[in-house]
Nanobody, 118 residues
Framework: QVQLVESGGGLVQPGGSLRLSCTAHGSRFSIWGMAWWRQAPGQEREWVAGIREGGASKYANAAKDRFTISRDDAKMMAYLEMKNLRPDDTAVYYC????????????WGQGTQVTVSA
């Protein structure tokens, strides 16, 4: 069983940066794949980026070159570094964990709001 808690969301101006964190509580964190997803108002949840044990990662086209996913197994945390944010990045961001890569979907956090606005 794994519990996930996201943090780090907030209001940021276009062109700004944010780092989201996902804290995992449970066992065997190091073997889980981790991922970030987002859901904008009125839209379906979409996958943003995934990282597997060992650090290999993949990104959705919208996240390439602007977002970086990483993990710290010793701290049982995953991160999403976002730069050059745009208004269309506004969404609730969720982290997930599981044994699939790059879109693990076994465990989910509650989400953190990111709003990009001037």
């Amino acid at each position: 069983q794994v519990q996930l808690v996201e943090s780090g969301g907030g209001l940021v101006q276009p062109g700004g940066s944010l780092r989201l964190s996902c804290t995992a509580h449970g066992s065997r964190f190091s073997i889980w794949g981790m991922a970030w997803w987002r859901q904008a108002p009125g839209q379906e949840r979409e996958w943003v980026a995934g990282i597997r044990e060992g650090g290999a990662s993949k990104y959705a086209n919208a996240a390439k070159d602007r977002f970086t996913i990483s993990r710290d197994d010793a701290k049982m945390m995953a991160y999403l570094e976002m730069k050059n944010l745009r208004p269309d990045d506004t969404a609730v961001y969720y982290c997930s964990a599981g044994d699939r890569y790059p879109q693990p979907d076994l465990y989910w956090g509650q989400g953190t709001q990111v709003t990009v606005s001037a």
